[in-house]
């Protein structure tokens, strides 16, 4: 069977599902839990997979689900959801908005990764129902934590490797503000990588009316803020795109008390892990060099936190996918752009030792999207992920984002 005619027979199911998966998808969206916290999600998606005959991991990593479904020989296909929701106060209006709370903080889906997991559990379902049209093995996995970057590391550490063997590509999407309805992939790097620097650089405390008795951390740490900007400007190649920001400086309490520290706090974006090693050296050596020249008493300290790895799509990999979606969505299936966001997917297929895909499924009302791309007015209207007013439309945005797991994992698994 052709992977078109498979991609018939598997979405024929789509309909019959639909109202479901809407129900839970508006549960899912009222009742967002904070990263490592998703509780109630991964039990609401343990009860889906297991009904529909899949093989069951839970708790994997914390709150991790791993379904695995097995129909015959041929190639295995892992597609992938995230599963947690953000500290942020939904002001969408929507009748189905959160007002959850985790403590004093409100809670919001305001990544989308409800529209995620509404997704995979749709696709999960066709597939259970339709195993003549296709054949091999299917892993669906829910991922706890992207926000926090470290939900796939947890996973893997958990053994997810002997829960999954033989793996062939790993594939993931993310909603996106654009029009809902449509979809894009990019091979090669999609989103970049992401890492936060905290840096402790030491002086010795003085009394502020008597510098000769002291190393002054405020000044050291002033001139490696400077001296950090020719980072990008001279040690990264002109034809690359980096950026580093220094978006923190703290130190002392008075102004006549020359402190004896001062911590710095670096964010790092790179789309090249050669330029990541380059950046991540150049710094250290920036830093110890400043402080051995303000005469320093004690190294100074470095912690790499919020880690990102970089999301670089397989162009084999990605062709396979962006052919199946022309042939399916037509002039909906587009190219997009490199994105500055970072995710932690590619730490799974990293982990697996097998290529990927990342793509996006458009959210936005097409009709909302085309007004205030008519009037301009794209960056002030279009709210985008992570804002409290983030709100992907139901419909297309729940089929759009079904068919496309669909397509994209018959373009292995189609008899
Ligand atoms: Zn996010
Ligand atoms: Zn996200």
Not at 48 to 65: D, I, N, P, S, Y
Not at 302 to 330: C, K, S
Not at 387 to 415: E, H, I, K
Request: with cysteine; charged share 20%; net charge negative.
């Amino acid at each position: 069977m052709p992977a078109s005619s498979a991609a018939s027979a598997v979405l024929a199911g789509l309909d019959g599902i639909r109202a479901e998966q809407e129900e839970l998808y508006r549960s899912v969206h009222q009742h967002p839990e904070l990263s490592h916290q998703e509780h109630r999600t991964a039990a609401a998606v343990t009860d889906v997979l297991q009904k529909a005959g899949f093989q069951v991991e839970t708790e994997v990593g914390g709150t991790g689900v791993v379904g695995v479904l097995t129909n015959g020989d041929g190639p295995s296909v892992l597609l992938r959801a995230d599963m947690d929701a953000l500290p942020v106060r939904e002001e969408t209006g929507l009748p189905y908005a959160s007002t959850a709370t985790s403590g004093d903080v409100a809670v919001m889906h305001a990544c989308g990764h409800d529209v995620h997991v509404a997704c995979l559990l749709g696709a999960a379902r066709l597939f259970a129902a339709a195993r003549d049209a296709w054949s091999g093995t299917l892993t669906v996995l829910f991922q706890p934590a992207e926000e926090t970057g470290d939900g796939a590391r947890g996973m893997i550490d958990d053994g997810l490797a002997k829960m999954v063997p033989g793996v062939d590509v790993a594939l993931a999407q993310h909603v996106m503000a654009f029009p809902a309805g449509r979809v894009g992939t990019h091979p090669g790097p999609v989103l970049s990588a992401a890492d936060s620097m905290r840096i402790t650089v030491h002086g010795r405390g003085a009394h502020g009316s008597m510098p000769q008795a002291a190393v002054d951390p405020v000044v050291l740490a002033a001139m490696i803020v400077v001296r950090l900007q020719t980072v990008v400007a001279r040690e990264v190649p002109p034809t690359e795109t980096a950026v580093l920001t220094v978006g923190s400086i703290q130190a002392g309490t008075k102004s006549n008390v020359i402190p004896d520290s001062a911590q710095l706090q670096l964010n790092l974006r790179t789309y090249n892990d050669s330029t990541r090693e380059t950046m991540l050296g150049a710094i250290r050596r920036i830093v110890t060099a400043e402080c051995q020249a303000s005469g320093s008493p004690r190294e100074p300290e470095f912690e790499l936190f919020d880690r990102f790895p970089l999301t670089d799509n397989d162009t084999a990999t990605t062709q396979r996918v962006a052919t199946a979606f022309t042939e399916f969505f037509g002039d909906h299936a587009e190219a997009i752009e490199q994105q500055s966001a970072s995710e932690d997917f590619s730490d799974i297929p990293r982990a697996l030792g097998v290529p990927y895909t990342y793509w996006c499924i458009g959210g936005i009302d097409p009709d909302v999207y085309r007004r205030a791309q008519e009037a301009g007015r794209v960056t002030q209207d279009i709210p985008v992920n992570h804002s409290a007013t983030f709100a992907p439309v139901l419909q297309p945005t729940l089929t759009t984002g079904t068919q496309a797991l669909v397509v994209a994992a018959l373009a292995w698994l189609a008899r």
